[in-house]
């Protein structure tokens, strides 16, 4: 079985730019979510991808956008960047289940510069 | 609400053990373990849900207290490996694994 894969690993980017991070989610998961990691922190939810539909949303302002392709991989998309937006940036999948709670699968993680 | 982990850091010999705390202000329905080696994607470790059930797949224990908000990781007999930072996630409901993560416990074990 495969895990979460993401890229790129590391990246480098102006303020002002635009970046496109992406993420293939384990096998039989259908559920992906997004957080962002500062250093020394711990990771903050920046929103989840249902049947391809945005399915629940943490604190991020509207350009922090997504995608949840057929195959359950996703995209994360920042305009505009800022300083603080510096992070790594972690995917994870899951299988949504009516009940109970389930595990997260994280990929590795996407480290983005912001200069 | 992010939940308060303590204690922030710690240091053991092999052998030793520790308990991670984790205390929510709000009633929980889950609070779900990582651990974190530098570089390396977040590991689960257990979850645990009001009411009582547990998953987990290491030699690692947990425990939840539903009156006080609080589940305590234990790490029993340390091992180099346990080294890392590690990391409780909330949820307030069935929401599908939205997680509100702590700020993290660091541990380093040292032989």
């Known amino acids: 079985e495969t895990g979460v894969t993401q890229s790129p690993t590391h990246l480098i980017k102006t303020r002002g730019q635009q970046v496109t991070l992406r993420c293939s989610s384990q096998s039989g998961h259908n559920t992906v979510s997004w957080y962002q990691q500062a250093l020394g922190q711990g990771p903050q939810f920046i929103f989840q991808?249902?049947?391809?539909?945005?399915?629940g949303r943490g604190n991020f302002p509207p350009r922090f956008s997504g995608l949840q392709f057929p195959n359950y991989s996703s995209e994360l998309n920042v305009n505009a960047l800022e300083l603080d937006d510096s992070a790594l940036y972690l995917c994870?999948?899951?299988?949504?289940?009516?009940?109970?709670?389930?595990?997260?699968?994280f990929g590795a993680g996407s480290r983005l510069t912001v200069l | 609400q992010q939940p308060v982990q303590s204690p922030q850091a710690v240091i053991l010999r092999e052998g030793e053990d520790a308990v991670i705390n984790c205390s929510s202000s709000k009633a929980l329905y889950s609070v779900h373990w990582y651990r974190q080696k530098h570089g390396e994607a977040p590991v689960f470790l257990m979850i645990?849900?009001?009411?009582?059930e547990q998953k987990g797949h290491e030699k690692i224990s947990a425990s939840f207290n539903e009156k006080k908000q609080q589940s305590s990781l234990y790490l029993t007999a340390s091992q180099l490996s346990y080294s890392g930072t590690y990391f409780c996630g909330t949820e307030l409901g069935n929401a599908g694994n939205m997680l509100t993560f702590g700020g993290g416990t660091r541990l380093m074990v040292k032989p």
């Open positions: 645990l849900l009001k009411g009582g």
């Open positions: 994870a999948s899951s299988l949504l289940a009516s009940s109970g709670a389930n595990v997260l699968t």
């Open positions: 991808y249902y049947r391809e539909e945005e399915n």
